[in-house]
């Protein structure tokens, strides 16, 4: 996520981070029909760096007939982001590629 030339406050970064993620699985579930979320699946098994690391996590989400998606999130040793982004394309490209694509932006 881009967000302009000063750093924005983390509060509202995160925020405007959880509303987007929310208008995007609403956007996706009416138009792909896909299942509701109750909760990430995937946070309770993530396992942060050690003190004064950042953990880089990344991944790829390829949709038949629709495209490639990409997405990576940079977090601090208490689980704070630090920096989002995502982006997609029309492509459709193997799952290892689109993973390795998403591995190198996140870089």
Known sequence: MVVGKENPNREIFIESLRRLASDYHLYASKV????????????????????????LNCDAAILDGVGTGIGWVARDDQGHIIEAAVQGCKVMKPPDIAEAEAALWAL
Request: no cysteine.
């Open 32 to 55: 792909f029909a896909l299942p509701s979320l109750t909760e990430p699946r995937s946070f309770e098994h993530w396992v942060p760096p050690p003190s004064g690391w950042v953990k």
